[in-house]
């Protein structure tokens, strides 16, 4: 008899085991999507494997096998490769199997319940010469013929009532096909592309005659061409007949590497990101599966993308945190890349101007090959000056736009040079106090405070999404006085359009940047130069190559340094790091201001001078004195409920079960933020061996399943960020 082993979706994420069903149809195979029996419904399940037994040995199974449905796939949707890569995630992320799988496809092929249709199209095709009578009939279908099949609609538009008569004759034919992706067709542009400099000629000499089991890290300063490097491998791997796959963290802040790669490579790219549809997605996703590109350009989801072969992964900006997953499967793409790496025994390359720590030190210790560009192309870093803003306060200048700041602005309107103005601040939003009682309008759902959004007199919350009108009377004290707090991007527009009445800003946001090519079309105007200042969030610190920007100013330098998390010293640097690149990327000097309270901290001088090296080093004597990452590996556990005496209770049973051990340390239960309505404890494992670590969160999620404990338990193995 022939059994299936089937995971099945189901609510009980806990439940990570496989299922038997017998089946007798020959397409059953190990990858392929089915209908199942399960309790009293019917669910969809994803078959692991298969087995022949004979039925004698059947009768020692006391529950009765129960037949499989329907079979969805004709061909199983993830290859060998995907497969292991599937239940590797799910050992090393703690995490249910089939969510795994669900992870790695595009929306439209994972295993769950409702099914969506896969968007098909229309075609004509060529069948046979009889029947037609007239001479124009004859030769529409000489050049059918020899086209042998069109999509209908250009069918219809080009040959209209004689292709219709065809059609109806049966000369011609309509099919259904499934619907493909165009690709462009753009022909690659055949614009020279630079004589490489020394240090991109070496970068590339290295990667590709170093060990080829090692990972590189391409560490080179912002404005020393790691695009171009990226490039010219690209044209190695494709050379070679392979396939290449190049991360970037978000399409949207990054749409310069997109039109270069397609530019160069034309109509063998193909791009994958969150901002697509799911057809777009399902589309593109054919593309790679189906050979008909070479290159990926794509977010974190595109690392599961079906390759062949792969020649080259690249990771760009890898240390930016959209690496990581922060829902379960709890991954992180470079762990993927490395996994996917050894398969196709193909280089990964990590780049970076500011690497992770935890890559830098592996890099130094020679784990990784380490690849230096050390000179930026155009031969001139931006100079870059500090700004103490107690003092510049305290001599009456404006705590947002400090003196220095102001006439280096007024400055680069007169030259009619272009400007980026960062506001470094995590919330980027305002806040609205009452002036007499200081009451603050928290949102109900969650322990934050709402932000005021002027364009459409709302409070919403950035967390859950909670909208409220603007109170008229403040509900405490019942004054109607509110005061604008915190510094938002529209108080500093507001600010800069009050000092320099003719300066054109563009601004971007989250209030800015809703419609789905919004930050397309503000760069693009920025590009053009239909602005001189652009100015915005975090969002506008990465990647971006403007050569008429000379000024970059960075308002609240230090406000990352202020909160409680481990890593704020490195996202400090990184921050100031990456905004200090965008200056003075073309012929012109760039200058950076830095506006902050604590100039001294070493995060911040370092990055000022350009040195990461220093930082890396003082970071590091840092966390090796608190045993913070990379010198331990932490664990985190996140217990939530709706009743806060749960969750704590639940909490302390864990640690306490947990007891005293010498291999690692236990940190909390502690209390983060309340969201959704949802109270939420932390525990933390901080120890040096991290299968461990892995082991005993294995055991508490044993435990906390099987004794059904109330609140939900969420494991991550590799926290990034802890608040
Ligand atoms: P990075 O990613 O390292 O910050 P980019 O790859 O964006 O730097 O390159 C910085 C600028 O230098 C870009 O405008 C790019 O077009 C230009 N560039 C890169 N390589 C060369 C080269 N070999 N010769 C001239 N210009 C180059
Ligand atoms: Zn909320």
């Given at each position: ?41 019917v ?10 037994i004979?039925?004698?040995s ?5 529950y ?13 949707l ?5 497969f292991?890569?599937?239940?590797w ?25 409702k099914r ?10 060529f ?5 037609y ?8 279908l ?20 004689v ?16 619907k493909e992706?165009?690709?462009?067709f753009?022909i ?15 970068a ?9 089991h ?15 490097v ?20 978000e399409?949207?802040?990054t ?9 160069r490579?034309g109509s ?21 599966k ?6 990926v350009?794509?977010?974190r ?13 690249i990771?760009?900006?890898?240390h ?6 922060d ?9 993927i ?5 050894e ?7 990590l780049a970076?101007?500011t ?32 700004v ?25 309107l ?10 470094n ?8 106090r ?19 959004h ?32 915190g ?12 000092k320099f ?15 789905k090519?919004?930050h397309?079309?503000i ?17 506008i ?10 000024l970059?100013?960075?308002?609240n ?28 990327r ?10 902050a ?5 070493y ?11 220093s930082?890396?080093?003082?970071e590091?004597?840092?966390r090796?004195?608190a ?23 639940e ?7 947990l ?9 909390g ?6 969201i ?10 901080k120890?040096?061996q ?9 055991e508490?999620y044993?435990w906390?399943?099987e ?15 802890l608040?």
């Amino acid at each position: 008899m022939k059994i299936a082993h089937v995971y099945i979706e189901h609510s009980i994420k806990q439940l990570d085991c496989t299922f038997t069903y017998r089946y007798q149809e020959e397409h059953v195979q190990k990858g392929v999507r089915v209908r199942v029996p399960f309790g009293n419904q019917v669910v969809t399940g994803f078959v692991d494997h298969i087995e022949e037994i004979d039925d004698t040995s059947l009768q020692e199974v006391s529950y009765d096998i129960k037949d499989i449905y329907e079979v969805l796939d004709e061909e199983p949707l993830l290859n060998e490769e995907l497969f292991s890569l599937g239940h590797w995630m799910s050992e090393t992320c703690i995490a249910p199997t089939i969510r795994c799988f669900q992870t790695m496809l595009p929306s439209k092929l994972k295993p769950r319940s409702k099914r969506k249709a896969i968007l098909q199209e229309a075609w004509v095709k060529f069948v046979k010469y009889e029947g037609y009578t007239t001479k124009r009939q004859q030769e529409v279908l000489e050049e059918m013929a020899q086209r042998k099949s069109m999509l209908r609609k250009e069918f219809l538009q080009e040959y209209k009532s004689v292709g219709k008569k065809l059609i109806a004759c049966g000369c011609l034919e309509v099919v259904m096909k499934e619907k493909e992706a165009h690709s462009s067709f753009s022909i690659p542009s055949t614009k020279e592309c630079f004589t490489l400099s020394d240090e991109q000629q070496q970068a590339i000499q290295q990667i590709q005659e170093g060990d080829k089991h090692k990972v590189s890290l391409l560490h080179g300063v912002t404005g020393s061409g790691k695009t171009e490097v990226f490039l010219q491998l690209a044209k190695i791997a494709i050379q070679q007949k392979k396939q290449v796959l190049l991360l970037v963290p978000e399409i949207s802040l990054t749409p310069q590497i997109v039109k270069r790669v397609k530019e160069r490579f034309g109509s063998l790219v193909a791009i994958y990101h969150s901002g697509l549809n799911d057809q777009e997605k399902y589309e593109q996703y054919q593309l790679v599966k189906h050979h008909k590109v070479s290159i990926v350009v794509g977010t974190r989801s595109a690392i599961f993308m079906p390759f062949h072969k792969l020649g080259f992964i690249i990771l760009d900006e890898e240390h930016d945190h959209s690496y990581k997953q922060d829902v379960s499967p709890r991954y992180h793409c470079r762990d993927i890349a490395i996994f996917r790496g050894e398969y196709h025994q193909c280089k990964v390359v990590l780049a970076s101007a500011t690497p992770s720590l935890e890559t830098y030190a592996r890099a130094y210790k020679g784990v990784y090959q380490l690849v230096c560009m050390k000179q930026r192309i155009n031969g001139h870093f931006p100079n870059v000056h500090l700004v103490e803003m107690k003092k510049a306060m305290k001599k009456g200048e404006h705590y947002l736009l400090s003196d220095r700041l102001l006439s280096a602005i007024y400055d680069r309107l007169q030259r009619r040079e272009q400007m980026i103005l960062l506001l470094n601040r995590r919330g980027y939003t305002s806040i609205l106090r009452c002036v007499e009682c200081g009451y603050v309008t928290m949102c109900p759902q969650c322990d934050i405070a709402m932000s005021y959004h002027k364009t459409d007199n709302l409070l919403k919350c950035h967390t859950c999404g909670e909208v409220k009108q603007l109170p008229a009377h403040c509900p405490s004290c019942t004054k109607k006085k509110w005061a604008y707090l915190g510094l938002g991007t529209q108080k500093l527009e507001e600010l800069i359009k009050e000092k320099f009445p003719t300066a054109r800003v563009l601004r971007m946001d989250a209030d800015t940047t809703t419609r789905k090519d919004a930050h397309e079309q503000i760069f693009k105007r920025f590009q053009q130069q239909e602005a001189d200042l652009l100015l915005g969030t975090q969002m506008i610190a990465k990647g971006l190559d403007f050569e008429k920007v000379t000024l970059v100013g960075i308002i609240n330098g230090d406000a990352l340094l202020n909160r409680s998390d481990y890593r704020c010293a490195e996202v400090t640097y990184d921050l100031l790091a990456q905004a200090c690149g965008r200056s003075g990327r073309g012929k012109y000097k760039g200058e950076v201001i830095i506006q902050a309270y604590d100039i001294s901290h070493y995060a911040i001088t370092c990055a000022a001078q350009h040195e990461y090296l220093s930082f890396f080093q003082q970071e590091m004597q840092y966390r090796h004195l608190a045993s913070y990452p990379p010198y331990t590996y932490l664990v985190s556990m996140v217990l939530s409920h709706k009743e806060e005496s749960i969750v704590v209770e639940e909490a302390f049973q864990i640690k306490e079960k947990l007891g005293i051990h010498k291999e690692y340390r236990i940190l909390g239960p502690s209390s983060l933020l309340r969201i959704k309505n949802e109270y939420r404890y932390r525990i933390l494992l901080k120890g040096k061996q991290h299968s461990l670590l892995k082991d005993v969160v294995k055991e508490v999620y044993k435990w906390h399943y099987e004794t059904k404990q109330k609140s939900r338990l969420e494991v991550d193995l590799q926290p990034i960020i802890l608040d």
